[in-house]
């Protein structure tokens, strides 16, 4: 497969996708009704949606954004999106503006350590970084592969492995051609 061989669920890049994923009217798109044990959150990814909007217009990508929460009430928030801007993108600068933007919805985000993660077979390029040594309870993952880019706020146990859940949720959203 070559770079641009992915695309996001729902994201407007790829009809086919939008007519199975269910786009809303205005073009944003959602994601499959859960993920690992988190459950589509509607009305957390209407407000996740209007968020980011700007970040996917800034990045010139068609958008993607969804919302998840688990049965405790720990949300999972998902967006990006694709496009030829994406794909023109450096992948180091993508991925830091990706961690950037997602860390404005962590409370005081100070801290972290951020590391390359395994994306796993979709392979591309992956970081994360863990604020939960710092007494945060979050972590943000951020991938991009070709034409796809995708950032994620995980808020997980103590003992949850992020780039796990990254992984979960690009099987998830991720179109493979």
């Known amino acids: 497969m070559g770079r641009g061989d992915r695309g996001l669920r729902g994201a407007g890049a790829v009809r086919a996708a939008h007519e199975r994923s269910g786009v809303r009217p205005d073009g944003r798109a959602g994601g ?3 993920i690992g044990d988190r459950t589509a959150a509607p009305a957390l990814a209407a407000a996740l949606a209007d ?3 700007g970040d996917q217009e800034a990045l010139g990508a068609a958008p993607f954004s969804a919302a998840y929460l688990s049965a405790d009430g720990r949300p999972l928030l998902v967006w990006g ?5 994406v794909q023109r993108a450096d992948d180091a600068a993508l991925l830091r503006t990706l961690r950037e933007r997602t860390l404005r919805f962590v409370p005081e985000p100070g801290g972290g350590t951020t590391a390359d993660a395994d994306p796993g077979p979709d392979r591309g390029r992956a970081t994360c970084t863990d ?13 991009t592969f070709g034409a796809a880019a995708v950032g994620v706020l995980v808020v997980d146990g103590p003992d949850d492995d992020p780039a796990a859940t990254l992984r979960r949720v690009l099987d998830a959203v991720v179109v493979r051609r």
């Open 32 to 34: 499959p009704a859960g």
């Open 131 to 143: 604020l939960r040594r710092h007494g945060s309870g979050y972590a943000v993952c951020a991938w």
């Open 51 to 53: 968020d980011v909007l």
């Open 81 to 85: 999106g694709t496009g030829r801007a």
